[in-house]
C-alpha cells in the first residue's frame, strides 16, 4: 500500500539552486543592459542623422531604423531573459520538462548574447555605412557615436555582456551535470509495509470486527445435545414382575 503523505520530498541538489540563481542573475544583468540601451538611443539617433548630413542617404530614417532595431532586440532579449527566470522556479521544482526548456532558450540566448558580443568587438555601431557613393563610412559612423555617447557606455556594455554569457553557459552546464538527474527523475511508485495498528475498511458482507473473528449465522435451526446418562433399558428388581419365574 503506497501513502503518497508519508513520501519525503526531494531533496534538491545544490548545483541546481546555483544554477537558478545564475538564471537570476542573467535577468537582472539583461533588465541593467536594457536601462543603459534606452538611455543612450537618443544621442544615437542624433550621431547617426548627422553622420548622414549632406549625403543622398536619408539620415533620419536610417537613425530611425537603427534604434527600432536596437530597441526591439533588448527588449527581445530580456523578455526572454524573464522567460528563463520563471523556468529557474519550476527547476528548484524538479520538473524535468522545465529543464528541457530552459536549455532551448538558454541556447537560443547564448548565441544572441555571443553574437552581440562579437560585433561590438567588431565595431558594433557599424549601419552599413559606405554602400552609397557619398555615405560615411563605417570608421567616420564609429567616431561620431564615440563622441556623442559617454565615455563609460561601451566598455560596461561590454562588461554586462560577458558576464551575461557566463553567468548563462554556466546555468545550462550545472543542469546538465549528472548529478542533477535524480532530482528531474520522475519518483517511481513503491510498495509500503501498512504501519501497526492502523485500521482498514473491512469488506462488505462481514461484521466489524471487535476482538476475534465473527462469522454470520447460517440460518439452520439448532438441537439440544445428545444425553450422555441414558438410563438402563433393564428394568430395576424391586419392581413387581419384574422376577423371573423359577425353574426348580
Not at 546555483?18 to 542624433?46: E, H, P
Not at 536610417?62 to 527581445?76: P, R
Not at 524573464?82 to 522556479?89: E, I, S, T
Amino acid at each position: 500500500m503506497v501513502d503518497s503523505q508519508s513520501t519525503p520530498a526531494r531533496q534538491r541538489p545544490s548545483i541546481v539552486s546555483i544554477s537558478s540563481y545564475l538564471l537570476f542573475l542573467f535577468l537582472a544583468l539583461q533588465v541593467i543592459s536594457l536601462i543603459i540601451s534606452l538611455s543612450t538611443f537618443g544621442k544615437t539617433r542624433d550621431a547617426l542623422r548627422d553622420a548622414y548630413a549632406g549625403s543622398s542617404t536619408d539620415g533620419e530614417q536610417v537613425a530611425d531604423v537603427f534604434v527600432a532595431v536596437g530597441i526591439g532586440s533588448s527588449v527581445l532579449l530580456l523578455l526572454l531573459a524573464v522567460v528563463l527566470g520563471v523556468l529557474a522556479l519550476f527547476n528548484n521544482q524538479g520538473r524535468n520538462g522545465a529543464r528541457i526548456t530552459t536549455w532551448i532558450v538558454g541556447g537560443i540566448m547564448v548565441c544572441c548574447v555571443g553574437g552581440g558580443l562579437l560585433s561590438n568587438a567588431a565595431g558594433g555601431f557599424n549601419t552599413g555605412g559606405g554602400t552609397g557613393g557619398d555615405g560615411p563610412s563605417p570608421e567616420e559612423i564609429q567616431r561620431r557615436l564615440e563622441e556623442a555617447l559617454p565615455s563609460w557606455v561601451t566598455p560596461v556594455s561590454l562588461v554586462l555582456g560577458v558576464l551575461s554569457l557566463i553567468a548563462l553557459i554556466t546555468a545550462l552546464i550545472l543542469l546538465a551535470l549528472p548529478k542533477a538527474n535524480p532530482f528531474f527523475r520522475k519518483p517511481a511508485a513503491g510498495w509500503e509495509p501498512p504501519t501497526p495498528g492502523a485500521s482498514y475498511p473491512q469488506a462488505p458482507g462481514y461484521p466489524q470486527a471487535s476482538g476475534e473473528p465473527g462469522y454470520p449465522s447460517s440460518g439452520e435451526p439448532s438441537y439440544p445435545p445428545p444425553a450422555t446418562d441414558r438410563p438402563d433399558d433393564t428394568p430395576p428388581t424391586d419392581r413387581p414382575g419384574s422376577t423371573p419365574p423359577s425353574t426348580s
